[in-house]
Structure formats: structure tokens, C-alpha cells
């Protein structure tokens, strides 16, 4: 299992049965400040761009975009089991899963999507590829632990956590993301204190990838099926647009995963 940057896309390699990736800011048609893969239709940008770029990525994987799911996402913890009844909801910005933070399906005949700034992709599938998900966790939905919950929810489904294989995405890394004490306090109550470091005395550096690393572990989940994206999505603005580090003005990318083999 890894991530390796494939032309415009960062693919998490982790089953020959799964396609999984996230998307760059390389390879789209719009205009800046959302050059020029921008996935969301909720920055400002021009609406046929935004479709022009997630069809692009649907038909990376050969799918068409009426296959994707999307929700409307709240940095909450909600977890929607999708099936081929929800197939392109949200897809063109319509009708989309409402508040949800991740998506667990056993369907083929969709492709699981969700949008990205500086939070964290958690991409989510098994060792025999019967289920796929994908999260998004940025501190808030850290802390709500949506990725126990996930756990959870397949251990549910008959799938146990010692087969559980997560790809942690790219997201905003400790050497940009600065907190304060509130977050400090949340990220302490819920993990501890190992993914923060001091910055000054109100002020900490937090590494999300080891809190959700931590709180994964801990749900059961084996520490040699994580694996973590290697970039940062501030340091890297070359490749990604970072909300923090843009001035809030910016596209946001896209994170997918599906079942191959419809
Ligand atoms: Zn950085």
C-alpha cells in the first residue's frame, strides 16, 4: 500500500480490486484564483468548469460522473452507508447526501467523493475489497472520532478491524497547521498530547495524520494497515490548494474511491 503522485492524481495504491485517489490542483480547465482543478462548486467558481473538472476525474478510472455520490459535508461525524439507489447525487451539485462527513458502500455501481481543502482524506477499504469508504477529518471531525465510528460500522457489517486497511491523505501537515487552545484541549481529551508540539505560549503545531493514526489503532485497526500520504497540503502549493495558507480564496480537491469490476 501507498501514495504515489500519477500525473494530475495522488493514487493510494491498496488493493488491485479498489481504485482510490485524490486529486491535485493539475489538470482542470478553471481560471484563478481556482486553477486549475477545482472539484467544489461552492468557492466561485464557474459552475461548467467545476462539472468539466469532475468529469475528468471520474473518467480517470472510466466512470462516468452520474456515477459519484457526494454529500454535503458539515465537520461532523455522520457516516451514510450508500447504495446504487443514491448514484449521482451530488455529482453535478444537486440533491447531495445531506450533513455527512463519510461514506462506507458495497457497491460497484458507484464512486464515493468528497471535498478537500487543508482536512484529512481517510480513504477506507479491506484486505478481500468488500467495502470501500472514504471520511473527511479535519480537527473537528477528528475529535468526533468519525474514524472509530467507521471501524465501528464495518465491524458491524461483518467486516472485522483487524482487516481494515486505511490510506491517511494528503492534508495540512504539523509544519502548517497552527491551533489554538481549544483545539489543543480537544486534541488532548480525545487522543493526547503527542500530536502537538509548542509554537508559542498560546500556540501549538498538530499533526492530524498521527491523531487519526492514534485514534485508528486504537479502534483496532493494525498499524501496518496504515499507511500516510507523504505531502503537505500547505508546503506543497504547487500541487494542492490550501485554504489556510490561501487567504480562504481557493478551489478545494476532491478525494474518490470505488469497487472496481461493475
Ligand atoms: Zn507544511
Not at 105 to 118: I, K, M, P
Amino acid at each position: 500500500m501507498e501514495f504515489r503522485l500519477e500525473g494530475s492524481r495522488i493514487v493510494f495504491d491498496a488493493h488491485p480490486q479498489v481504485s482510490a485517489w485524490f486529486s491535485t490542483r493539475r489538470g482542470g480547465v478553471s481560471f484563478p484564483p481556482f486553477d486549475t482543478l477545482n472539484l467544489s462548486y461552492g468557492v466561485g467558481d464557474l459552475r461548467p468548469s467545476v462539472t468539466e473538472n469532475r468529469r475528468r476525474m471520474l473518467a480517470s478510472v472510466g466512470r462516468p460522473l452520474d456515477d459519484l455520490v457526494m454529500p454535503a459535508q458539515v465537520h461532523k461525524n455522520h457516516i451514510e452507508w450508500v447504495g446504487s439507489e443514491q448514484r449521482g447525487r451530488g455529482a453535478r451539485g444537486r440533491d447531495p447526501i445531506p450533513a455527512t462527513d463519510g461514506f462506507l458502500t458495497q457497491s460497484r455501481d458507484v464512486v464515493l467523493g468528497l471535498g478537500f481543502a487543508d482536512c484529512v482524506p481517510i480513504f477506507v477499504t479491506d484486505v478481500e475489497a468488500r467495502v470501500v469508504g472514504l471520511l473527511h477529518a479535519g480537527w473537528r471531525g477528528t475529535v468526533a472520532e468519525i474514524q472509530r465510528l467507521a471501524v465501528e460500522s464495518l465491524t458491524e457489517a461483518g467486516i472485522p478491524a483487524r482487516d481494515v486497511l486505511i490510506g491517511i491523505g494528503p492534508a495540512i501537515g504539523p509544519c502548517c497547521y497552527e491551533v489554538d487552545e481549544p483545539v489543543r484541549a480537544a486534541i488532548v481529551h480525545t487522543v493526547d498530547a503527542s500530536p502537538l508540539s509548542p509554537k508559542d505560549e498560546t500556540h501549538w503545531w498538530l499533526d492530524l495524520h498521527r491523531a487519526n493514526r492514534i485514534l485508528l489503532e486504537r479502534a483496532g485497526v493494525l498499524a501496518e494497515h496504515i499507511v500516510e500520504a507523504p505531502f503537505c497540503t500547505g508546503c506543497r502549493r504547487d500541487l494542492f490548494y490550501s485554504y489556510r495558507m490561501e487567504r480562504q480564496v481557493t478551489g478545494r480537491m476532491g478525494g474518490y474511491i470505488c469497487l472496481q469490476g461493475r
